[in-house]
């Protein structure tokens, strides 16, 4: 029987044994696409094990390098799957990335692809259901630095100002043209108003999505539910899971109250992220996917900046 050690002896490993023939350093080098179960650290979902696709890359520093030991990067990233996500489990696996080069690395970038799904309750009824939302987290380390971003998905509900505002008119004209006079009985406008055949018009509603990728203060990785909960809340007609007619008739009535172009519905984020210190850099995408139009109504904008005074 061979031993382990004389096996280990025999095989060739062209990546210390070989220089480079180019004498070049690259910026990235590594793998995508690993699969590794997370364990979400988020106090409000302890204990859910979510499934990631990660992707992590060291810098090839050294020009006399021929190349980096992958297999290393890779028993790096498993043992994400016996720690809890958080800011310091993604601090030491960027560090032991760059520890494990052997000297040919200074810098280290991880990304983790996944869905985390929260409990949402109704509306009104005492109700609950889960909803899943898609997030990236990037991670970034130099020798003496850690950076990290995140990217969200978040889905809502947005009815068109205009659609409102014209449907609004012909109630009105046909309101003109049903009742004479200077005025109404208040009980007959009523019954007219619930009739299932006066249902003249209706403002026009689309499924929107604003996509957002946000720069972390360093020293921070926020709670994942806590912020999403929040971005919901700022736009105000976050889509639902269970509903009864009462939680149905209170999703009409805040849309109703929100109207929103998708101008609207980027300021109102924006407003958010300009306030926030936690977050020192952004670019958000929001998404009106038209019931109107074949195509999608869409912003996209940034952080902040200081703009040319001559616009």
């Known amino acids: 029987m061979i031993e382990t050690d004389m096996i280990k002896e ?6 210390s044994d070989t220089s480079s023939q180019k004498s070049y350093s690259l910026r990235w080098v590594g793998m995508e696409g690993i699969a590794v179960p997370l364990h979400l650290s988020d106090k409000d979902a302890v204990g859910q094990v979510i499934n990631s696709s990660t992707s992590i890359y060291v810098s090839l520093d050294s020009v006399e390098s021929k190349g980096i030991h992958m297999s290393r990067l ?22 032991s990335a760059i520890k494990s080069q052997e000297g040919i690395s200074c810098n280290a970038k991880v990304r983790l692809e996944f869905d985390v799904t929260f409990e949402k309750s109704s509306l ?3 109700n609950s259901g889960y909803q899943s939302y898609p997030v990236a987290i990037n ?9 990290y971003e995140y990217e969200l998905t978040i889905p809502y509900s947005s009815t068109c100002p205009c659609s409102a505002a014209l449907a609004r008119q012909l109630y009105s004209q046909q309101i003109d043209q049903r009742f004479e006079g200077e005025s109404i009985s208040k009980q007959e406008l009523l019954n007219w108003v619930q009739s299932a055949q006066n249902s003249f018009a209706t403002p026009h509603s689309q499924r929107s999505y604003a996509y957002l990728k946000l720069k972390l203060k360093q020293g921070e990785l926020l709670s ?3 912020l999403i909960t929040v971005l919901e809340d700022v736009i105000g007609t976050p889509v639902q899971t269970v509903v009864k ?3 149905e008739q209170e999703f009409a009535r805040l849309n109703g109250q929100n109207l929103m172009f998708c101008e609207d519905a980027a300021r109102k984020l924006k407003q958010y992220l300009e306030q926030n210190d936690s ?7 929001v998404e009106h996917q038209e019931s109107l139009h074949a195509h999608n109504a869409v912003v996209m904008d940034q ?4 703009l040319d005074t001559k616009l």
């Open 10 to 15: 025999q095989l060739p490993d062209i990546t």
């Open 74 to 95: 890779h028993k790096n990233i498993n043992q994400l799957s016996t720690l809890k996500l958080a800011k310091q489990s993604l601090d030491k696996l960027l560090r």
């Open 124 to 126: 009104l009824s005492k």
């Open 139 to 147: 991670g970034e380390a130099s020798l003496d630095n850690t950076d």
């Open 224 to 226: 994942l539910k806590s």
């Open 245 to 247: 007619r009462v939680d």
């Open 279 to 285: 977050i020192v850099d952004y670019w958000i995408k």
């Open 303 to 306: 952080k902040q900046q200081v």
